[in-house]
């Protein structure tokens, strides 16, 4: 049974830059492909982006593309999502989540959840 836990929200100024991480336990890292979404107030959850097990494959969803890069530490079992040029609509709660075997922009594919980081951008 995976735990996941993610860390390193916070309130940012826009255009600033922030650095997520979401720790795994519990199972073989490698094995799960890792996803980053969102939920932003009053939305439904959002994905903003997936990597492969191995970490050579990613994909981004569309408002965050060329913004946010998703990367991987196999060896430290976590993975991170850096954020930068961040705008007042990146406010959202972030979650973590993995998924076998395949990485997906899909939620209900993944099978675990972390409980989600606040991040919060102002003007």
């Known amino acids: 049974q995976l735990q996941l836990e993610e860390s390193g929200g916070g309130l940012v100024q826009s255009g600033g830059s922030l650095r997520l991480s979401c720790e795994v336990t519990g199972g073989i890292f490698s094995r799960y492909a890792m996803g980053w979404f969102r939920r932003r107030p009053g939305k439904e959850r959002e994905f903003v982006a997936t990597?492969?097990?191995?970490?050579?494959?990613?994909l981004y969803g569309e408002s965050v593309r060329g913004r946010f890069t998703i990367n991987r530490d196999n060896a430290e079992n976590i993975v991170f999502l850096v954020m930068n040029s961040l705008k007042l609509e990146d406010t959202a709660v972030y979650y973590c989540?993995?998924?076998?075997?395949?990485?997906?922009?899909?939620?209900?594919?993944?099978?675990?959840w972390g409980q989600g980081t606040q991040v919060t951008v102002s003007s």
């Open positions: 989540a993995a998924t076998r075997p395949i990485a997906t922009r899909i939620d209900s594919e993944y099978d675990y």
């Open positions: 990597i492969s097990g191995s970490g050579d494959w990613t």
